[in-house]
């Protein structure tokens, strides 16, 4: 039998940021039962219903009065609390405290949003959804969003505050705004927008997409803004409220499509379902297309899903023979997050309802459960307990690949990341060398950083190298060895610079080049410029440029007179030989002028021409063509007639064009 209308979900996801930690008593440190890595002593007297984890504090919501410490002791705690999870204690200093239920939790800098079914929040009258500070639990007087039904889920993102549950309205100091199940708040204020999509049932979770672009919604609702396709699970846009394109959720278990009580986007592009009924399920789809990936059945609801690495855990109220599967589990399982395959660790839940909230530790070393549990395996675990994932966490996989590349007394290693990290990040890699059959020593090690260069060799030895990495569970195997003989190096000049060519003026030489087409061993440093008087002679030194330069003007010249260049590349290895020689007169000039006939008919005027006598030195690259005196086309240099329409009396003219400049015009033809 479905628990649909028993009790609201855990929204078990939110923002994470640090804050500060208020000083607490002291109380013994955490105790760790059974095999399983499940740490108890703290909890709660009531059922746990959402669990935010931030930073070390980690935000509790049920229906409770007290926190129970270490020892049996209650301290008095309505509905709300702050675990600090280095301590392993509630911190007592934490104020806020509902009249009713707190269903679910987000956190946006240092304000603390609680969603449930209270009306009042530290004795202030706050309706359903409130915000407090996350540091003291003070009551934000500024947030005012009262709303008239229960609260199932909040979340943050994109700077707004968005909530889903059973109601209908919202409302904010004496307006009330139609809402129904679904809406978008200031986080400030507590104002609605205009966003609202619309959503024909009780949305139950709520969760971003990791760009923010997209808001997953999963409940008792069958569609969304008209289209059936949305039953139970949809996915729509946080900038326009519209069912995201190409989405349509296929079925949320091996049933069928059925209720869903809880919704998390991963990082690679899924969203993990838990799925309600006597045959519930844990199931994952496409994040774009909602096309089924895996599903598992459960004999009773899956309630919490949340996930590390590639590890995902899935609690509800399914136990026993069958639980998940076909397998054994009690309230809790683990499943491969590519696969869905079940894992092996099994922990004895009690309690008929199991599991509501499941969460992870910002540094992925726990996932905190809470729910309506008092024990675990046998030992205590009042509602509320965390289990350090070394459970299903190891320690790296080797590293793959690595590479020793040798230089002059010098040799650099690089390798590629583990195939598997374990589901903990790698912090760290340790590099290992020997030579000469010498047992392998560590010579370094590099963080996250996968390369590692030692300078440490001599030249002319043959070294080995291997790495092993490390997280926050323990050190990989080592990787396959890497072997290298570093060498003195060889410095290698470029080699000549290419197809030197120059273009002389009565008052200048221009030259032009390619670069070498072997730079050698050294990034090129620049060229240098030589001139003589004779072929074939040596040469002096008339200027030089940058290696991305490759042109130069020699302004030194005699107007009439001959030069020869030639042409160097250098770098650090040294100087290239020298190009091959480029004679150049220096007595360029301006094309002469050409001559022009007229052509043509009424209204149309038609310039022919012939080229100039003299193309100055410099081959004509163009032709201008002047209509009373002013360019009003410019040709090719095979053109030799231009034409135009015109009303009343024009002139033409034609002049050529050369590297030098522009020539002298030609006689004017009158129309």
Request: hydrophobic share 40%; glycine share 12%; with cysteine.
């Amino acid at each position: 039998m479905s628990r649909l209308s028993w009790r609201p979900l855990a929204a078990v996801v939110g923002a994470l940021v640090a804050l500060v930690t208020p000083v607490t008593t002291s109380v013994p440190a955490q105790a760790v039962t059974a095999s399983k890595g499940v740490v108890s002593n703290w909890g709660t007297d009531g059922s746990v219903y959402a669990v935010l984890p931030v930073g070390d504090r980690v935000y509790v919501g049920g229906k409770f009065a007290n926190v129970i410490d270490a020892t049996g002791v209650s301290h008095p705690a309505s509905n709300v609390a702050v675990f600090l999870s280095s301590q392993g204690v509630f911190d007592l200093s934490f104020a806020a405290a509902t009249d009713n239920v707190v269903t679910s939790l987000a956190v946006s800098g240092t304000q603390l949003f609680l969603g449930g079914d209270f009306t009042t929040v530290d004795g202030v009258a706050r309706a359903r959804l409130a915000s407090v500070d996350a540091a003291t639990g003070a009551v934000n007087t500024a947030f005012k969003a009262n709303i008239n039904k229960i609260v199932d889920a909040v979340q943050i993102s994109g700077g707004k505050l968005y909530a889903g549950g059973y109601f209908g309205t919202v409302g904010n100091g004496t307006t009330s705004t139609a809402r129904k199940y679904l809406a978008r708040l200031d986080p400030v204020t507590g104002a609605v927008d205009n966003w609202s999509p619309s959503v024909d049932g009780r949305v139950r979770s709520l969760s971003p997409s990791p760009d923010g672009a997209k808001m997953y919604l999963a409940g008792d609702f069958q569609s969304v803004n008209g289209s059936g396709s949305q039953a139970f699970v949809s996915s729509i846009s946080t900038s326009t409220g519209a069912v995201s394109s190409g989405f349509v959720p296929g079925n949320t278990s091996p049933y069928g499509h059925q209720n869903v009580l809880g919704v998390v986007a991963t990082t690679d592009n899924r969203i993990l379902l838990a799925t309600a009924g006597y045959q519930g399920a844990c199931t994952s789809m496409n994040a774009t297309t909602g096309a089924l990936q895996w599903t598992k059945g459960t004999n009773g609801n899956a309630q919490a899903i949340s996930y590390i690495g590639n590890v995902v855990w899935c609690g509800g109220h399914f136990t026993g023979s069958g639980a998940i599967a076909g397998l054994t589990r009690y309230k809790l399982a683990n499943l491969d997050l590519t696969t869905g395959a079940v894992l092996s660790f099994s922990a004895r839940i009690n309690s008929a309802l199991g599991v509501w909230a499941l969460a992870t530790s910002p540094d992925l070393s726990r996932t905190f459960v809470g729910g309506d549990f008092t024990l675990i395996d046998g030992a205590t675990a009042n509602h509320f307990v965390a289990v350090l994932d070394g459970t299903v966490r190891t320690a790296p996989s080797a590293p793959l690949n690595p590479s020793a590349v040798g230089g002059d007394a010098q040799v650099t290693v690089t390798w590629s990341a583990p195939s598997s990290d374990g589901n903990s990040p790698v912090t760290g890699y340790t590099v290992y060398r020997s030579s000469g059959g010498a047992p392998f020593a560590v010579i370094g090690t590099t963080g996250t950083t996968r390369q590692l260069v030692d300078t440490t060799v001599l030249n002319d030895t043959t070294y080995s190298y291997y790495v092993m990495a490390q997280n926050a569970i323990g050190t990989s195997p080592a990787s396959t060895t890497a072997g290298v003989t570093p060498k003195a190096f060889v410095h290698v000049t470029p080699s000549a610079p290419r197809s030197l060519t120059g273009l002389g003026t009565t008052t200048q030489v221009t030259l032009s080049w390619l670069p070498p087409s072997d730079l050698g061993t050294d990034p090129l440093t620049g060229y240098r410029v030589y001139r003589s008087s004779s072929p074939g002679g040596s040469g002096t030194l008339v200027g030089s440029t940058s290696a991305a330069t490759t042109t130069f003007v020699d302004t030194s010249v005699t107007a009439s007179s001959e030069y020869f260049y030639t042409l160097t590349a250098y770098s650090q290895a040294g100087e290239s030989p020298t190009s091959s020689e480029s004679r150049v007169v220096a007595s360029a000039t301006v094309p002469g002028a050409s001559v022009a006939t007229k052509g043509g008919s009424w209204w149309t005027a038609v310039i022919n021409w012939t080229p100039p006598t003299s193309d100055g030195g410099s081959p004509i690259t163009a032709y201008q063509v002047l209509r009373n005196g002013t360019v009003v086309a410019t040709v090719s240099a095979s053109t030799r007639s231009w034409s135009t329409s015109y009303f009343g009396s024009i002139t033409l003219q034609v002049r050529a064009v050369n590297a030098v400049g522009v020539g002298a015009v030609s006689n004017s033809i009158g129309f």
